[in-house]
T-cell receptor
Framework: AQTVTQSQPEMSVQEAETVTLSCTYD???????LFWYKQPPSRQMILVIR??????QNATENRFSVNFQKAAKSFSLKISDSQLGDAAMYFC???????????FGKGTRLHILP | DAGVTQSPTHLIKTRGQQVTLRCSPK?????VSWYQQALGQGPQFIFQ???????QRGNFPDRFSGHQFPNYSSELNVNALLLGDSALYLC???????????FGPGTRLTVL
C-alpha cells in the first residue's frame, strides 16, 4: 500500500528560528514526485516545494528546503527564519509517475510563537 | 486570473439528500481533480476529469459522481448523503499529468 506518514501532529517554533517537519513514505515505485503543501486557516492548499525522485539534489525555495533520503524513503521540510505567516497545517504528499492521484499524509500543525 | 474557484463555500444538507458542488479551473488548465478532506485528515483523491471523461478514480463509492464540461469546469455530485460525507471538498486544476496542481478554497459540506 502506498502511504505517507507524518509522525508529528503538532509543532511549535519561535519566530525567526528554524524548524524541521518529518515525513516518511512507502512505495515500491522508482519514479515519483514528492510535495509539501501548506494549508492556512483560509483552507486554500498551497504548494510549498516539490522534489523529483530522480534528482539527487535537494529542492529549495527561498526559506524552505527539503532533505530527501530516497533509500530511507524520508522527505523532511526545513523552514528557516520562521515567520508568523508560516503558521498552518503542512501536508507531505507524493504522486507516482504513472498515476494521477496525489497521496497525502495526515498533516503537521505548525505554530509560530512571537 | 481568479485561480480555481469553487461554489458554494458552505453547504448544509440532511442525510439521504443529494448535493452538487461546482469548480472552475484556473485559466489554461484542462484537468480537474476532486479531493475529500475529513476533519483532521489529509485530502483523499476522489477522481480526476480530463476531456470530459473520468480519467482515474479513488476508493469512493458510486454515490460520488462527477462531470466535466467543454469549458473545463466540473461538478461533483454526491447522492444519498451520509453523516460521514461531512468534509471539506477540494477541487484542484492542472494541465494533464502536470505537477503544478492549483487548489481551490474548498466547499465545506455538513451533513446532519
Amino acid at each position: 500500500a502506498q502511504t505517507v506518514t507524518q509522525s508529528q501532529p503538532e509543532m511549535s517554533v519561535q519566530e525567526a528560528e528554524t524548524v524541521t517537519l518529518s515525513c516518511t513514505y512507502d512505495t515500491s515505485e522508482s519514479d515519483y514526485y514528492l510535495f509539501w503543501y501548506k494549508q492556512p486557516p483560509s483552507r486554500q492548499m498551497i504548494l510549498v516545494i516539490r522534489q523529483e525522485a530522480y534528482k539527487q539534489q535537494n529542492a529549495t525555495e527561498n526559506r524552505f528546503s527539503v532533505n530527501f533520503q530516497k533509500a530511507a524513503k524520508s522527505f523532511s521540510l526545513k523552514i528557516s527564519d520562521s515567520q508568523l505567516g508560516d503558521a498552518a497545517m503542512y501536508f507531505c504528499a507524493y504522486r507516482i509517475d504513472r498515476d494521477d492521484k496525489i497521496i497525502f499524509g495526515k498533516g503537521t500543525r505548525l505554530h509560530i510563537l512571537p | 486570473d481568479a485561480g480555481v474557484t469553487q461554489s458554494p463555500t458552505h453547504l448544509i444538507k440532511t442525510r439521504g439528500q443529494q448535493v452538487t458542488l461546482r469548480c472552475s479551473p484556473k485559466s489554461g488548465h484542462d484537468t480537474v481533480s476532486w479531493y475529500q478532506q475529513a476533519l483532521g485528515q489529509g485530502p483523499q483523491f476522489i477522481f480526476q476529469y480530463y476531456e470530459e471523461e473520468e480519467r482515474q478514480r479513488g476508493n469512493f463509492p458510486d454515490r460520488f459522481s462527477g462531470h466535466q464540461f467543454p469549458n473545463y469546469s466540473s461538478e461533483l455530485n454526491v447522492n444519498a448523503l451520509l453523516l460521514g460525507d461531512s468534509a471539506l471538498y477540494l477541487c484542484a486544476s492542472s494541465l494533464i499529468r502536470g505537477n503544478d496542481l492549483i487548489f481551490g478554497p474548498g466547499t465545506r459540506l455538513t451533513v446532519l
